[in-house]
C-alpha cells in the first residue's frame, strides 16, 4: 500500500541548481551540540508559499496533565475546526500526529491526508526523548510511524519532538532518526527555556551531520530577536499572547529576505474554555500557562493565514521523502 501511494499531492517543487551549489559549497561548522556539526540547508522550494505551519495533534489532558490518562476524543472536533480554518484561507500545514491519537481516530488522519495536508509523527504518546533510552526512543518511534503509515498510506519521514525534548544532552536521538529512515526533524528549539532548547542553536533550516557521520534536516520554529536576544514567538504560549504584530512583522521580514519560517500550534489552543473544563483538578501555574491567550488564539491565526501564504514542511522547504 504504502509503495502505490498517491505522490501528487506531496510532489516536491524543482530546486534551482544555485541553490544546490551553495549547499555543496558551504563547508561543515560546529554547532552548540557536542559532536553535531551544521551547514545551512539552502534547497528550499520556489513555491507561492513563503513560510509553513505545523499543528502538534495531542489530547491536551493526557499530554499535558497526566500522560498516564486515556485519550479522549476532544482532539478531534479542536483539531478539525484548525483545520477548517487553515484550508478556508487556501493554505495547508503538517500535522505531527502522534501514535495513540492516530490510533484513536483514524479517520481524521485520513481527512487530513486528503486535503492535502502534510503528515508526520510527534512520537507514540507524548513521552519526552530525553527521558527514554536510545532503545525506548528507537521503538516508541518505529511504532509511531508504523500506525501512522498503515493508516495514512503514506511514508512517514519527519519527525517533532514532544517538547523540544531533543538538545544537548541527548544527541543520539538524531542517530536514531537517521537509523530509522527520518529525513527532517523539527525538535531542537533555537534558544535556551526551561526545560528545553539550545543556546545559540541555528535559527534557520540547516542540515546536520553528527558524530556517527548520520546526516539529517533540521527545522527550528521560529524565533525573533529583542534588543539582540533571541526572543521565542513561533508558537505555543508566545504566539497565543504576544501582539500579533510582532509575529506579523518578523514573517514579513524573513520573507522580504527570502528566508522561511516556521509556526507552530495545538488544536487545544482553538479551546477556550478547555483548561477549566478539564474535568480534574489543574494546578494554578498550568492553568494560567495553558490557558493564557486562548479566547483570542484563531483571531490571531486567521489574521497570519490572511497575510501570508503557508504550505507543509516538505513542500516550503523543499524535502524528498527519501
Excluded at 519527519?158 to 530509522?180: Q, T
Excluded at 527520518?182 to 527555556?193: A, E, G, H, K, N
Amino acid at each position: 500500500m504504502r509503495a502505490d501511494r498517491d505522490e501528487s499531492r506531496l510532489r516536491t517543487p524543482a530546486r534551482s541548481s544555485s541553490a544546490l551549489d551553495r549547499v555543496e559549497d558551504t563547508p561543515w561548522r560546529r554547532s552548540p551540540i557536542p559532536g553535531v556539526q551544521v551547514r545551512p540547508w539552502a534547497h528550499v522550494s520556489r513555491v507561492p508559499a513563503r513560510h509553513s505551519l505545523s499543528v502538534d495533534v495531542e489530547d491536551w489532558p493526557q499530554s499535558v496533565l497526566d500522560g498516564r490518562l486515556p485519550v479522549s476524543d476532544r482532539f478531534i472536533a479542536q483539531t478539525l475546526r484548525l483545520a477548517e480554518l487553515i484550508e478556508l484561507r487556501g493554505a495547508r500545514a503538517t500535522f505531527f500526529m502522534l501514535g495513540n491519537i492516530t490510533r484513536k481516530a483514524p479517520e481524521l488522519a485520513r481527512r487530513l491526508t486528503q486535503s492535502g495536508h502534510e503528515i508526520q509523527t510527534h512520537g507514540y504518546d507524548h513521552r519526552r526523548v530525553d527521558r527514554m533510552t536510545p532503545a525506548e526512543f528507537r521503538a516508541d518511534l518505529l511504532r509511531s510511524q508504523a500506525v501512522i503509515e498503515d493508516v495514512i498510506g503514506r511514508k512517514v519521514s519527519g519527525y517533532r519532538a514532544p517538547r523540544f525534548s531533543i538538545h544537548a544532552g541527548n544527541p543520539w536521538a538524531l542517530d536514531v532518526l537517521a537509523e530509522c529512515g527520518f529525513r527532517y526533524d523539527s525538535s531542537i528549539f533555537p534558544m535556551r527555556l526551561r526545560g528545553y532548547g539550545v543556546a545559540g542553536w541555528p535559527q534557520r533550516a540547516h542540515q546536520v551531520r553528527t558524530s556517527d557521520g548520520a546526516e539529517l534536516i533540521e527545522i527550528p520554529v521560529a524565533c525573533g530577536r529583542m534588543l539582540s536576544a533571541p526572543m521565542p514567538l513561533g508558537g505555543g504560549g508566545y504566539l497565543r499572547v504576544l501582539p500579533v504584530f510582532i509575529v506579523r512583522r518578523h514573517l514579513a521580514v524573513q520573507e522580504a529576505l527570502g528566508c522561511p519560517e516556521l509556526v507552530y500550534c495545538h488544536p487545544y489552543e482553538t479551546d477556550a474554555y478547555g483548561v477549566s473544563r478539564a474535568g480534574r483538578r489543574v494546578p494554578w501555574l498550568t492553568r494560567v500557562h495553558q490557558g493564557a491567550g486562548r479566547a483570542g488564539f484563531l483571531n490571531k491565526l486567521d489574521e497570519l493565514l490572511t497575510r501570508f501564504r503557508f504550505a507543509p514542511i516538505r513542500e516550503v522547504f523543499g524535502i524528498n521523502e527519501s
